[in-house]
């Protein structure tokens, strides 16, 4: 991308529907019933890519939206994660529910494996404050 | 002093008089009403312990916050310093005065903008300071600016006493064609779920392309209906405004914006939900008012990112409704949402009073001004049938809305259907899921079952289900994978192209994450409408949203209305 997106560029699917791919590679315009119909759509197609999704959020920068445009990039980052690993993160982040061993495994994993920096970030946080605050489990639960 | 009150003379205490008799059998005195203990929080907005408004950044990093320093941050003060509040305007905003930003807020002539500037700085309890400057209408005056989306929509609960999963579709269908632009279901029996959440999609879609679906249950189950496809958004993920409340949520902010980002990254819209009133519910306010608290959850809900809040009390309604000056205090929280610039799923959904005129009364501050959504769950099946236990609004009161919105020309997201109409399409939603049903080889639907859910009312109206057979069912739907995509395959194999064209049109909009923008609707042409297209530009009289032209056209029309030319006939 070279030119950055603006309000005038929403909604992507009616102004801007030829920057649209599924995470597949399809564009949004083959996402039709005769292709489902035949078969050439999966429910994997039926996803947001990580690429429309920092489109987003530049939008959501551009009219002043910055926490939800940070929420936007780190929903990209995740669009790699597995929906039980996805899942796994979040009971993870419970209260009392992790060590500050496991946090840190967790932020590494998403940093090393999943190319995820923003979201390991939150997770590093969330282990000093909840360090800081008495929420986490005991080592080695 | 002696009493000089008539006694009646008999064992029954002193007599009343008729007048008396006839005020304590008014509903109205059902209700319960109970005095202020700010000490406990039970307080609405106005008490002497909320702390004063403070802030003080050092290097870029907040360092004080409400009079607290950071070493005495509780995770509630950590989130909102380091995500909520805008570092870089936050010591200029908070040095305005409250005054100042109260009028600038009721000042049709400083631009929404301006105020957002400000606003986005501001401290929990500054934010407290600059609403509890301002009266009820003040309040709405503010509303109307400072909303996200310029056009106000509404929102129905469609949900089954029997969990029955053709009455949840053939309400749904009637709902979204009334004008509903979000449908939320839930269950009794909770393993109903995929069913009811199947049912409910079809519905909508039957009723209006475009309308979208919610299943509310516990966050993982909720998700992984969203993954699917079986619903399209997500709004049940709480939040509270004390630290020992969240952790008895099994939450953090932390655990919580991660969710905002899981549930974005799968391309589904999604708002949190928190309340004035459930601190103290729960037992620990912290000796704080429930405005006070109510604010930093919405500041937590800012800061994780996510687009919106559900708030204006909700399930908590009883606790503000019974205290003085609570009612204004929700309608006070509606607006801090809004000039946070979140959209704002209104509340006026939980039911609280068994007066008509109180509940007219308690909607008044949302409906006039507009909301996102107006209603974050008007019951679009009778009370009895309600699973979020009751609304405010039931689908008894659906003339009268549209009389009100008639009578005052506003426009609170509904409008009166011709019967035909309904009909047709409660017909078409349930024998779509008929289909789907004898496609999926799920418990059979029948022709009596069909045409009992084309004339229902109520759950009573249907046959009884087999229960136990549909749980099964149930289980065989999460357990073999389907997804939204089969069910529009089926759908479009099983004639009805039309309900499964909608369907793929909704889920499609996941590839596009328009619905992840700020208070993002679809219209009936499936053009996503938000706080970006349609924002919000109201700028004084003759300005911002009008009920005008062909919408006003529609909403003139009643169930009865009488022709000028001809008085014996009625032209609904």
Redesign the interface.
């Known amino acids: 991308m070279t030119t950055t997106l603006g ?1 005038a560029d ?5 102004r801007r ?1 030829d920057l ?3 995470p597949t590679g399809t564009p ?1 315009s083959d ?1 039709t ?1 005769a292709a ?2 035949a078969g050439d ?3 994997e ?5 990580p690429e ?2 920092q ?2 959020g530049e ?2 920068d551009a ?10 990039r ?6 790699a ?1 597995p ?1 039980e690993e ?2 796994a ?3 993870a ?3 009392r529910a992790s060590s500050r061993q496991r946090l840190t495994e967790i932020a590494e994993r998403l940093e090393s494996v999943h190319a995820a920096p923003l ?1 390991a970030a ?2 590093r ?2 282990a000093e ?2 360090e800081a ?1 008495d ?1 986490l489990a005991p080592e080695g639960e | 002093m002696t009493s000089t009150l008539p006694s009646s003379g008999a064992a029954a205490g002193p007599r009343t008089s008729k007048r008396t008799e006839m005020l304590e059998s008014r509903p109205v005195n059902l209700d319960g009403f109970v005095e202020e203990w700010p000490e406990k929080g039970l307080v609405a907005m106005e008490s002497d312990f909320d702390p004063a408004p403070s802030i003080r950044v050092e290097n870029g990093v907040i360092v004080e916050l409400d009079g607290r320093p950071r070493a005495e941050f509780d995770f509630m003060d950590t989130f909102i310093a380091d995500h909520a509040i805008d570092v870089d305007v936050a010591e200029r905003a908070n040095a305005v005065p409250s005054d100042e930003i109260a009028r600038m807020l009721v000042n049709p002539t400083v631009g929404r903008g301006e105020v957002l500037d400000l606003t986005r700085g501001l401290t929990p309890a500054k934010l407290l300071d600059v609403v509890k400057l301002m009266n009820v209408v003040e309040i709405m005056m503010a509303m109307q600016k400072m909303r996200a989306r310029r056009m106000p929509a509404n929102q129905a609960h469609s949900t089954s006493a029997r969990d029955n999963p053709i009455q949840v579709a053939a309400d749904a269908a009637e709902g979204a064609l009334r004008g509903f632009a979000e449908l939320e279901t839930t269950l009794g029996v909770l393993r109903y779920a995929p069913l009811v959440a199947i049912g409910l999609q079809i519905g909508a879609q039957a009723g209006r392309g475009g309308v979208i679906t919610q299943c509310a249950l516990e966050e993982a189950t909720e998700l992984d209906l969203g993954m699917r496809g079986i619903t399209g958004y997500a709004e049940t993920i709480s939040v509270y405004g004390t630290e020992s409340v969240f952790v008895d949520g099994d939450d953090t902010p932390w655990s919580k914006a991660f969710l905002a980002s899981a549930y974005a990254s799968r391309g589904i819209k999604m708002r949190f939900t928190s309340g004035t009133g459930s601190e103290v519910q729960m037992g620990n306010a912290e000796g704080r008012s429930m405005l006070y608290l109510e604010i930093r959850c919405i500041l937590m809900a800012k800061g994780a990112g996510v687009q919106g809040l559900q708030n204006g009390s909700i399930s908590c309604i009883g606790v503000p409704g019974a205290v003085p000056g609570g009612i204004r205090a929700v309608a006070a929280e509606n607006l801090v949402c809004n000039m946070l610039d979140l959209e704002c799923a209104a509340g006026n959904d939980q039911s609280f009073s068994h007066s008509a005129m109180r509940r007219t009364s308690r909607l008044m501050p949302q409906m006039l001004p507009g909301q996102d959504l107006v209603c974050s769950g008007f019951s679009a099946v009778p009370n009895s049938d309600n699973m979020f236990a009751g609304s405010n609004l039931d689908v008894e009161d659906y003339d009268d809305w549209n009389t009100v919105q008639r009578d005052l020309q506003v426009d609170g997201g509904l409008r009166h259907v011709r019967s035909e109409e309904i009909l047709a399409v409660r017909n078409r939603a349930a024998r779509a899921l008929q289909a789907v049903f004898a496609e999926l080889d799920l418990p059979r639907i029948t022709d009596d079952e069909v045409e009992a859910a084309t004339y229902a009312d109520s759950s009573a109206d249907y046959p009884l289900r087999e229960v136990l057979e549909d749980l099964k069912g149930a289980q065989s739907v999460m357990d073999r994978g389907v997804t939204g995509l089969d069910l529009v395959k089926i759908l479009e194999r099983t004639g009805f192209s039309d309900i499964a064209e909608n369907y793929l049109q909704v889920l499609r909009q996941r590839v596009s994450g328009d619905l992840l923008q700020t208070s993002a609707i679809l219209d009936a042409d499936f053009v996503p409408q938000a706080a970006i297209n349609d924002a919000n530009d109201y700028a004084g009289p003759g300005t911002g949203y009008r009920l005008t032209g062909e919408r006003w056209a529609e909403l003139k029309r009643l169930r009865h209305v009488t022709s000028a030319e001809n008085p014996e006939e009625e032209v609904s």
């Open positions: 309000p929403y909604p992507l699917s009616v529907p649209l791919r599924t949004l996402v019933m489902v119909v759509i999966t429910n197609d039926l996803r947001v890519s429309t999704l489109m987003q939008i959501s009219v002043g939206r910055r926490q939800l445009a940070e929420n936007m780190r929903a990209a980052e995740l669009t994660v929906d996805v899942l993160i979040y009971n982040l419970r209260p979201c939150l997770v946080e969330s404050v909840y605050r929420l």
